[in-house]
């Protein structure tokens, strides 16, 4: 266990460990944080993220803004996840019936991204990795909501390094390729999952993301398509689908009534950062709503060695979300 100094907004969450793409909850009134362990390596930048080679998860915890933030060590490790060879990417968690549930991608033996699940009786872990992939898996960075009514959803999918390109025809093909600037963009994905948390409940589908118009948003619109990085909230009772829009660098976010959309585009929450990336989530705590992001200040712009931060959210009476300049 390492325990930092209180953080401030803006500044990094821990400066002991590089550590990126946040996913955070709220579990019996403490604040976990679920982020990707960042690490060095040889492995040069290319477009395929080969050079985000982590190994491991630490989680991070918080009692309240005024309190150290703890990091709790490693909470699960690539040699102890039998199916999974490397690139432990952006993960999530989600808590059930004095379960926690840990969710990550990773590169198969194959090479082929597939998302796994591990579990705990603690949200801190350390967690316990099934023997197999979720089967009919796909893509990364899982991001796991559960309704009010107690449905559980899974969005997933990321293009480029993520794959979910080559997932067209509903099979691995290593030579697809995204559609042109004039076709649809290529949709995010969600599945139910059983009750069990462990299983996709039911086919792997889209998450239609329109204009306000009610037109799909297109390949070539890469200011607003969807590129990775999905994330579910629900604020005065609309969902709120938040992604990243990868090669244009900003954290955008679309609306709808239904937790399976069709989600409509409203606008930009984080405009770029430092770092190519760009991840976040988003939550409430305390009686407000905080954005958790990462940048690649810590490392002087190192695009693979990031540092989690997070800001106050500030929503319109309409319910839009105030652009944040970070
Ligand atoms: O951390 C590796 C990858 O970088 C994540 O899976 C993406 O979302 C991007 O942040």
């Not at 209180?6 to 946040?22: C, N, Q, R």
């Not at 579990?27 to 491991?56: A, E, Q, R, V």
């Not at 999918?157 to 290529?186: F, H, I, S, V």
């Not at 009476?317 to 970070?326: E, H, N, V, W, Y």
Request: aromatic share 14%; with cysteine; charged share 20%.
């Amino acid at each position: 266990m390492n325990i930092t100094h209180p953080p401030i907004m803006k500044k990094p969450l821990i400066t002991s460990i590089y550590t990126a793409d946040p996913s955070a909850h709220v579990f019996k009134g403490i604040l976990y944080i679920y982020p990707s362990h960042d690490i060095d390596t040889d492995i040069p930048f290319s477009d395929n993220g080969s050079h985000f080679d982590m190994k491991d998860y630490h989680v991070l915890s918080l009692k309240d803004f005024q309190s150290p933030v703890i990091d709790h060590g490693v909470s699960l490790h690539i040699t102890d996840v039998p199916w999974a060879s490397k690139q432990m990417w952006a993960p999530d968690a989600a808590y059930r019936d004095q379960t926690y549930y840990f969710y990550f991608p990773a590169k198969d033996h194959e090479g082929i991204f597939r998302i796994g699940a591990a579990t705990s009786p603690s949200p801190i872990g350390p967690f316990k990795a099934e023997p197999n992939p979720i089967a009919g898996s796909f893509s990364i960075d899982p991001a796991v909501f559960i309704d009010e009514d107690g449905c559980a959803y899974m969005y997933f999918g990321g293009l480029w390094g993520g794959q979910l390109e080559k997932w067209q025809a509903g099979t691995y093909d290593p030579e697809g390729r995204c559609p042109t600037e004039n076709e649809p963009a290529l949709a995010p994905k969600f599945a139910r999952l059983k009750s069990n948390m462990l299983e996709f409940d039911g086919p792997v589908q889209d998450i239609v993301i329109t204009d306000p118009d009610g037109q799909p948003l297109l390949a070539g619109d890469t200011d607003r398509r969807f590129f990775e990085a999905p994330w579910v909230h629900k604020y005065n009772g609309l969902y709120y689908f938040s992604y990243s829009t990868g090669d244009t660098h900003f954290l955008v976010y679309a609306t709808s009534e239904n937790p399976t959309g069709p989600f409509v585009y409203r606008g930009r929450i984080l405009n770029p950062v430092v770092g190519w990336t760009t991840h976040h989530s988003i939550v409430a705590f305390h009686g407000k709503w905080y954005l958790f992001y990462h940048d690649s200040t810590l490392s002087n712009g190192v695009t693979h060695k990031r540092c989690v931060k997070f800001i106050e959210l500030t929503y319109n009476p309409d319910g839009s979300i105030k652009t944040i300049d970070p």
